[in-house]
């Protein structure tokens, strides 16, 4: 079965920076695609990022592009999300996910974690 767990959300004041991370089970992960999305209160689930687990090819959102980085430890099966340069519209639940399309959308990946809460402060 397989599972994914989010960690390291908490708040954090504009500028600041937070890493995140996605431990994975349950799957051989070499062939997907991990991808990070959040989700604000009252809006649509967006695409933040995402790591192809054997190539290590990454893609990002727009609006984050040059603060985030997203990186894979293969040996632990973990996904990392370093953010850094935090802004207020930052502010959201973030979840892994995998998937074994690359894609920026929600529909393409089957599994999700629970998700993790970052808040940013003025």
Not at 34 to 61: C, D, H, L
Not at 107 to 119: E, R
């Amino acid at each position: 079965q397989v599972q994914l767990v989010e960690s390291g959300g908490g708040l954090v004041q504009a500028g600041g920076s937070l890493r995140l991370s996605c431990a994975a089970s349950g799957r051989t992960f070499s062939s997907y695609n991990m991808g990070w999305f959040r989700q604000a209160p009252g809006k649509e689930r967006e695409f933040v990022a995402a790591i192809n687990w054997s190539a290590g090819n990454t893609y990002y959102a727009t609006s984050v592009k040059g603060r985030f980085t997203v990186s894979r430890d293969n040996a632990k099966n973990t996904v990392y999300l370093q953010m850094n340069s935090l802004k207020r519209e930052d502010t959201a639940v973030y979840y892994c996910a995998t998937s074994g399309y690359r894609s920026t959308y929600s529909s393409a990946y089957d599994y999700w974690g629970q998700g993790t809460q970052v808040t940013v402060s003025s």
